[in-house]
């Protein structure tokens, strides 16, 4: 099973994209996203988009499970 990650998780991995890059304008311009979609979402401003997520190799997974008591 693959492992899960957080938000923090993935804002990381997009984080060390963007550096790689050299922007976050240059990668969103590489990558057919928007700058302020970035920018956003390396704030935690929005949950990452399908099209973040594709390039970054994930996906969104729901998840459920029973309370404890």
Do not use: F
Request: glycine share 10%; hydrophobic share 40%.
């Amino acid at each position: 099973m693959a492992r899960m990650m957080t938000g923090d998780d993935v804002r990381e991995k997009l984080r060390k994209a963007v550096e790689a890059a050299g922007s976050e304008a240059a990668w969103a311009r590489t990558h057919g996203v928007s700058r302020a979609n970035v920018n956003m979402t390396l704030n935690g401003k929005r949950e990452p988009g399908g099209r973040i997520l594709e390039v970054l190799g994930l996906e969104r997974v729901v998840q459920y499970r029973v309370k404890r008591r």
